[in-house]
T-cell receptor
């Protein structure tokens, strides 16, 4: 157990809808990173939040947005869902951008 | 742009065999390298982390080595067991702590 929890575990949405995924970081960690893992692929970096500020972003469109709260938990929001957004979304927390500990992920299916 | 390659994509071995999983990366300016294990539909479990100044790390039956100058890492698994069956992912981190992953090697250990 890493102490990183993600909710919900599974989610089914239809194309065009919006979704919010949540991540509770490990106690004492101030950095949260989000990754998207399509079937059969390695995780791809979406963005990172450090002390409530975005600290780096991968090659994802603006409809992927995020937020980090004062308690360092985080949300990932995806607007105008597309079929290709179907994936496992992984959250990782760390202290001062060091070793990252991953949650179990949220499986998103877009129909 | 950092690229991480893991070949082959899948491997099947009999129980008890010692095996080596390979990982290569294109940019040697890394901060650290991690090996992860992922069971089907699950999140990532960190196995070993090697800092850029280190050559290897060991944990139980696992040993990971790093040759930064040649852009290579290996994960050695001694006396493989059916419970080792999983996908093994290699990831490198730059100074911004963004992880770049390979696609993983799916290992099957036959009883």
């Amino acid at each position: 157990e890493t102490g990183v929890t993600q909710s919900p575990t599974h989610l089914i949405k239809t194309r065009g809808q919006q979704v919010t995924l949540r991540c509770s970081s490990q106690s004492g960690h101030n950095t949260v990173s989000w990754y998207q893992q399509a079937l059969g692929q390695g995780p791809q970096f979406i963005f990172q939040y450090y002390r409530e500020e975005e600290n780096g972003r991968g090659n994802f469109p603006p409809r992927f947005s995020g937020l980090q709260f004062p308690n360092y938990s985080s949300e990932l929001n995806v607007n105008a869902l597309e079929l290709d957004d179907s994936a496992l979304y992984l959250c990782a927390s760390s202290l001062d951008r060091n070793i990252q500990y991953f949650g179990a992920g949220t499986r998103l299916s877009v129909l | 742009k950092q690229e991480v390659t893991q070949i082959p994509a899948a491997l099947s071995v009999p129980e008890g065999e010692n095996l080596v999983l390979n990982c290569s990366f294109t940019d040697s300016a890394i901060y650290n390298l991690q090996w992860f294990r992922q069971d089907p539909g699950k999140g990532l479990t960190s196995l070993l982390l090697i800092q850029s100044s280190q050559r290897e790390q060991t944990s139980g039956r696992l040993n990971a080595s790093l040759d930064k100058s040649s852009g290579r890492s290996t994960l050695y698994i001694a006396a493989s067991q059916p419970g080792d069956s999983a996908t093994y992912l290699c990831a490198v981190s730059g100074t911004n702590s963004k992880l770049t992953f390979g696609k993983g090697i799916t290992l099957s250990v036959r009883p």
